[in-house]
């Protein structure tokens, strides 16, 4: 079963968590390699069962390799639009008083005599 885990990073940390969660498909890929070039000797043998096999585990490794892909990009796609979030904001931030400036009138609604 597959679950989420989330967990809090700094904003300026994203990249290189996004990079190590990467080395897990890095792995993977080097792994996926090994695997067909096994099956390749195993069907030049004509050895079917155990191609078969390996083929099952190749169809699991590249199914877990494809959900990792989709966190990356999710968070990749978060940080970007965060990333230029920011740059709008320092570019277009308008002036505006600060909350203390203001003041607020708490006596409660005001009666209009009717």
Known sequence: MRVKISYGAEMNEVPEEVDQLYTYVSGKVRYILRQSEQIEDLLA????????????????????????????????????????GEENVHQRRPDLDSPGDRSI?????KSTGD
């Not at 096999?53 to 494809?66: E, F, G, N, V």
């Not at 009138?105 to 609604?109: A, E, F, L, Q, V």
Request: aromatic share 2%; glycine share 4%; net charge negative.
């Open 45 to 84: 043998e004509e050895d079917m069962e155990t191609a078969l096999t390996l083929i099952d585990r190749m169809r699991l490794t590249l199914s877990a390799m494809d959900s990792r892909l989709s966190d990356i990009q999710a968070i990749t796609e978060g940080y970007l639009i965060h990333q230029q």
């Open 105 to 109: 009138d708490k006596s409660g609604p």
